[in-house]
């Protein structure tokens, strides 16, 4: 059987498919080769491959890569690895292969990808919030005019910059292409500026 056919297609919709995969292609090195050739494919933005659940995950962008092309250019590539010989696992006996294998099925973890996805989130916005420190101190006479509001306005700026750095990925990759299918959301996203640019007016 040729392993394009041990690939079984579990989930798809649209820009995300999520396939079952033999266990040769869990191997270190053989899934580090899949998904370097994976991530290569243009309109390929996500690549994820589980390898203690066997499941490999492809996120694309349809109007770039659609589901048919990318499914032909997966193929492709699973038969140029195979030809190469690239996806036989190679006898690993460096010691440190035992902890690069803990590594990843640490990584592999929802709480520990959970907590580090939120970990880079806090590092950018407190970034963001010193810039924003910085900014509001070239201008203390407005703290000592009326500091609860210069306050507000600070903890307003800071919520906005950690809303859209939560969903830039989404709107960068959905929304701008699907403006209508996600009116909904940037209708909330106009009036949240809305709101912002308001309060910000000398009454």
Not at 46 to 66: A, G, M, T, W
Request: hydrophobic share 45%; charged share 30%; glycine share 4%.
């Amino acid at each position: 059987m040729s392993i394009q056919k041990e690939f079984v297609l579990r989930y798809r919709e649209d820009g995300h498919v999520r396939f079952q995969i033999p266990t040769r292609i869990c191997n270190v090195d053989v899934a580090k080769a899949v998904t370097d050739g994976i991530s290569g494919i243009d309109g390929v933005y996500r690549v994820k491959l589980y390898r203690s659940q066997q499941k490999l995950s492809i996120r694309f962008n349809e109007p770039v890569c659609d589901f048919k092309s990318l499914a032909r250019l997966l193929f492709d590539l699973l038969a140029d690895l195979e030809q190469k010989g690239a996806l036989k696992p190679g006898l690993v006996s460096n010691p440190a292969h035992w902890k690069e294998k803990f590594k990843a099925k640490l990584n592999n973890i929802k709480v520990t990808r959970w907590a580090k996805e939120k970990l880079g989130d806090a590092k950018e916005t407190v970034q963001a919030a010193k810039i924003i420190t910085r900014l509001g101190m070239k201008t203390p006479k407005a703290f000592i005019k009326n500091p609860e509001k210069t306050i507000i306005d600070f903890l307003n700026d800071i919520l906005v910059l950690f809303l859209i750095r939560l969903h830039w990925s989404d709107i960068t990759q959905n929304w701008l292409l699907k403006p209508l299918k996600y009116r909904y959301e940037w209708m909330a996203l106009f009036y949240m500026f809305f709101l912002l640019v308001r309060s910000r007016k000398q009454k």
